[in-house]
T-cell receptor, first 110, second 108 residues
Framework: DAGITQSPRHKVTETGTPVTLRCHQT?????MYWYRQDPGHGLRLIHY???????DKGEVSDGYSVSRSKTEDFLLTLESATSSQTSVYFC?????????FGQGTRLTVV | KNEVEQSPQNLTAQEGEFITINCSYS?????LHWLQQHPGGGIVSLFM???GKKKHGRLIATINIQEKHSSLHITASHPRDSAVYIC??????????FGTGTSLTVIP
C-alpha cells in the first residue's frame, strides 16, 4: 500500500470555525490533490499541488485554501466552516500516472 | 458536462454471475483508472490502463482508446465484491476526472 495518511479521520465542528485537514505521504510523489466526495457527485477537485509551494485551484475551491511547505505534507484549510462543507474529503497522490488515495476524512459542520 | 460517464449507476447480481461495468469519457487521456470503494471505506486503485487489457484475479479491465470506452468485468462474482466502482481518467495536465460510480451489490 502507498504511504498516504489523512488526519483526522473524523471531525465534527461548528459553523464559522476554522478547520485544517492534513495529508501526509511517504512516497515522495510530486502531485497531491484534495477532493470532496458527495452523494450524486463524482470526486470533485478542491485544490492540487505540483510541488512545494506550487498549488492551484480546482473546480470547487471557494471557501478552501491549501499549503504545501514540504513535499510530504499537503494541508487543506476551511477558513470558516459552513454546513455546505460537510463532506468526505480525500487526499490523493500521483506520480507517472499512478494514483493513490488516502482513507478519507469525514467532516461534519453543525 | 461530465467528462466521464459510467453505467449502470446501480447493479445487483447473484453470486457467481459475470458482471460488466462500462465507462465512457470525452477528454484526451494519458491513462484510465478503475477504483474500488467499500462502504465507509477508502478508495483503492484496481487498475491503471493506457491500452489493451489487464487482468488481476477475477477482475479484467479493457480499454478502447479510439472509442474512448473502458469496461470492468468481474467473473464469478462474490458478495465481497460489493462496493462502489469508480472510473477515473487522467488527462495530460495531470488532472483526474471521475465518474459518479457504480454501486454493486452481490447477493449470496
Amino acid at each position: 500500500d502507498a504511504g498516504i495518511t489523512q488526519s483526522p479521520r473524523h471531525k465534527v465542528t461548528e459553523t464559522g470555525t476554522p478547520v485544517t485537514l492534513r495529508c501526509h505521504q511517504t512516497e515522495n510523489h510530486r502531485y497531491m490533490y484534495w477532493y470532496r466526495q458527495d452523494p450524486g457527485h463524482g470526486l470533485r477537485l478542491i485544490h492540487y499541488s505540483y510541488g512545494v509551494k506550487d498549488t492551484d485551484k480546482g473546480e470547487v475551491s471557494d471557501g478552501y485554501s491549501v499549503s504545501r511547505s514540504k513535499t510530504e505534507d499537503f494541508l487543506l484549510t476551511l477558513e470558516s466552516a459552513t454546513s455546505s462543507q460537510t463532506s468526505v474529503y480525500f487526499c490523493a497522490i500521483s506520480e507517472q500516472g499512478e494514483a493513490f488515495f488516502g482513507q478519507g476524512t469525514r467532516l461534519t459542520v453543525v | 458536462k461530465n467528462e466521464v460517464e459510467q453505467s449502470p449507476q446501480n447493479l445487483t447480481a447473484q453470486e457467481g454471475e459475470f458482471i460488466t461495468i462500462n465507462c465512457s469519457y470525452s477528454v484526451g487521456i494519458s491513462a484510465l483508472h478503475w477504483l474500488q470503494q467499500h462502504p465507509g471505506g477508502g478508495i483503492v486503485s484496481l487498475f491503471m490502463l493506457s491500452s489493451g487489457k489487464k487482468k488481476h484475479g477475477r477482475l479484467i479491465a479493457t480499454i478502447n482508446i479510439q472509442e474512448k470506452h473502458s469496461s470492468l468485468h468481474i467473473t464469478a462474482s462474490h458478495p465481497r465484491d460489493s462496493a462502489v466502482y469508480i472510473c477515473a481518467v487522467r488527462e495530460a495536465g495531470n488532472q483526474f476526472y471521475f465518474g459518479t460510480g457504480t454501486s454493486l451489490t452481490v447477493i449470496p
